[in-house]
């Protein structure tokens, strides 16, 4: 064997980063990053200038002490003297905002918000107001989203706005506050609030913004916000909404590529499309993502500091962050094989330093790079995919694992996910696809997966697999479909409706009923599914339309699977409900056929701790290895 084909241990992979997600304080003196203690990550702080070479430089500091569960996000009170993050419990996705003092290191982080089964749904930081917050909560009712001013230093809640059971989200300006509604019929409408009286702004079609108006940012003075849109166009491009007139004017745009939205506004392992000034609010840049990323700088003073940062790494620059002179910087990097780089920058003498790899143990020549294709469907639709080619071995007649994205309104993208490294290294080729319905690819990509739960969507992954193995590159009896979410719908689908495709399936906290998807949605979301659930998959209060979910639902066409299946969920899990996962197993196994069942008491819906991890990647790879012959 080859060192660029060592077999890697799960832990490896899956183990956690020595350091990652670094960000610069407003001061541009220290630096807030996760690291791992007592086997999960937490959140740390040093000194921007220390020696990052040693672990135990003096100026380093443990913030957060949770023994429990993986810190993921947190990020600093616009003067710096607080450090912010949310934690849930064991996945339950009921976050709470914790906050530490950074002038009180004696002093243990204190919750914000320490309401049992309340929510926090989101957090607004006013540059001009740094000891206050203002959070969404679900104080008075599950389904209800309040808006309150949070006191940083006190933790007093004021409550601002009450939802009188027609608002989605608010969004306070300096001068007014705003609240987004859906009409029925799923347009969004952006309105001013004043008590009980509101006064329209502008309105946006839900087919076009299923999930609202993202992202949004409001510009520094106040009377406006900067949004996605794609009114009139294929393509989400980067507009102003005048909030006095509603008028929308166009910021900036890219002739071919989407603003790169909505994933990062639901997986914050993603940066913003935006890059602000974290100080002013100011417009610095925006991202559009296409094959790979493309950054516009939208200012003066951005436009010379890009350039310098881009020639730090052959990767895309991702997350962002600078002092509130913007001369300092602290940023990190997309790469498919050598991820999250992180890079000091300081644009008054242009120099830079390199602080730290988050995976030192991993060297990018023995991991597969990742190559971006576009495939053609049955229909004619161009299918954007990644093919990942295991290392030292001929890529003929591989075995080869399907992976599908979750969703379906996310998209893959070029850069290194850990499972898709960890099946090449076991000497799988990886075919990843973004079917129809996925996002970033304009808006009638999106679109065309209306109605097409197990319709074309599956073709589509059904083509992409055809493609490979006519390509000579996959071996057509040694195919596994694996994904979580959507995806591991995706994956039963496969094997319950294209039973002989498939020499195995992975369900990783996957549907199996779409009628019970759509009706167990958590109640202070249940407003903001009719443009996604219900145009899409359909609407369960309609007789004609349950019986066409229930025939697109795998638990329906459970006996025609044939293939040895493994299901994986978190027992916590509150977007898919376990019995997804619980039915399908007792279904296959009153009848002996083949299943495994992995159900991990400690997480949601999807897998955060260590730990977990590893079991589950251990049990995948020993899963795979019996049925499709590849490495383990």
Not at 70 to 98: I, K, P
Not at 249 to 260: A, E, I, K, M, R
Request: include cysteine; hydrophobic fraction near 35%; charged fraction near 25%.
């Amino acid at each position: 064997m080859t060192a660029s084909s060592r077999t890697l241990a799960v832990e490896e992979f899956f183990g956690p980063p020595t350091r990652s997600r670094a960000l610069l304080s407003p001061e541009g003196t220290k630096v807030a990053y996760l690291a791992p203690w007592r086997e999960r990550l937490n959140v740390f702080v040093r000194d921007l200038d220390s020696d990052w070479a040693d672990p135990d430089a003096p100026g380093i500091r443990r913030v957060t002490s949770d023994t429990r569960r993986n810190v993921e996000s947190f990020f600093w009170s616009a003067d710096g003297r607080y450090l912010l993050f949310q934690q849930d419990n064991d996945g339950d996705e009921n976050w709470h905002l914790h906050r530490a003092d950074m002038t009180r290191p004696e002093e243990a982080p204190v919750d914000l918000t320490p309401y049992e089964g309340v929510r926090l749904i989101g957090a607004q930081l006013p540059p001009d107001r740094p000891g206050t917050a203002h959070v969404q909560l679900n104080m008075r009712r599950p389904d209800l989203v309040d808006l309150f001013e949070l006191d940083l230093t006190t933790g007093g809640l004021t409550s601002v706005a009450e939802n009188p059971g027609d608002v989605v989200s608010w969004l306070r300006a300096p001068n007014r506050l705003l609240a987004f509604t859906m009409e029925e019929g799923g347009d969004h409408v952006l309105s001013e609030w004043d008590g009980d009286d509101r006064r329209p702004i502008a309105r946006f079609s839900g087919t076009d913004a299923p999930f609202g108006l993202l992202p949004a940012a409001l510009t520094p003075d106040g009377e406006g916000l900067w949004t996605g849109s794609a009114r009139g166009s294929d393509r989400t491009r980067l507009v102003r909404v005048d909030l006095d007139t509603g008028e929308e004017t166009g910021v900036d745009s890219h002739p071919v590529f989407d603003l790169d939205t909505p994933r990062p506004e639901a997986d914050p392992r993603f940066p913003s499309s935006l890059i602000l000034h974290p100080g002013t609010g100011d417009l610095l840049g925006a991202r559009y993502l296409g094959a790979r990323q493309e950054v516009h700088a939208l200012d003066p003073h951005f436009a010379a500091v890009l350039p310098r940062l881009e020639e730090l790494s052959d990767g895309d620059l991702a997350h962002v962050s600078c002092d509130t002179t913007a001369q300092r910087w602290v940023v990190d990097f997309t790469h498919d094989r050598d991820p999250g780089v992180t890079w000091f920058y300081d644009h008054g003498t242009g120099r830079a330093r390199r602080l730290f790899r988050p995976f030192p143990h991993l060297d990018p020549d023995q991991l597969a790079p990742v190559t971006p294709i576009t495939l053609t469907a049955r229909d004619g639709l161009s299918l954007p995919c990644h093919l990942t080619l295991p290392t030292g071995v001929e890529p003929r007649g591989l075995p080869t694992v399907l992976l599908v994205h979750g969703g379906p309104w996310y998209r893959d993208s070029w850069g290194y996910d850990p499972e898709v490294q960890f099946l090449a290294n076991r000497g799988y080729a990886v075919l990843q696809v973004d079917f129809r319905g996925s996002t970033g690819y304009g808006k009638a990509h999106t679109q065309a997966a209306i109605g097409q739960f197990a319709g074309r969507m599956h073709d589509d992954l059904i083509d992409a697999v055809d493609w490979a193995v006519g390509r000579g590159y996959t071996d057509p009896d040694r195919v596994a479909v694996y994904g979580c979410s959507y995806g591991g719908y995706a994956a039963l689908v496969g094997a319950a409706f294209t039973p002989d495709r498939f020499a195995a399936a992975v369900s990783y906290t996957g549907m199996s009923d779409l009628v019970d998807l759509v009706r167990s949605v958590v109640p202070f979301a249940r407003r903001g599914v009719e443009n996604s659930y219900l145009r899409y998959i359909g609407d369960p209060d309609d007789p004609r339309q349950e019986a066409d979910m229930l025939a697109r639902s795998p638990i329906s066409r459970v006996d025609d699977i044939t293939a040895p299946v493994l299901l994986v969920h978190g027992a916590n899990d509150v977007r898919v409900d376990r019995r997804h996962s619980d039915r399908i197993v007792d279904a296959l196994r009153a009848r002996g056929a083949e299943v495994e069942y992995l159900l991990n008491e400690t997480e949601g819906h999807w897998f955060v701790n260590t730990d977990s991890n590893v079991e589950l990647y251990s049990t995948l790879e020993r899963f795979l290895a019996r049925h499709l012959g590849g490495r383990s």
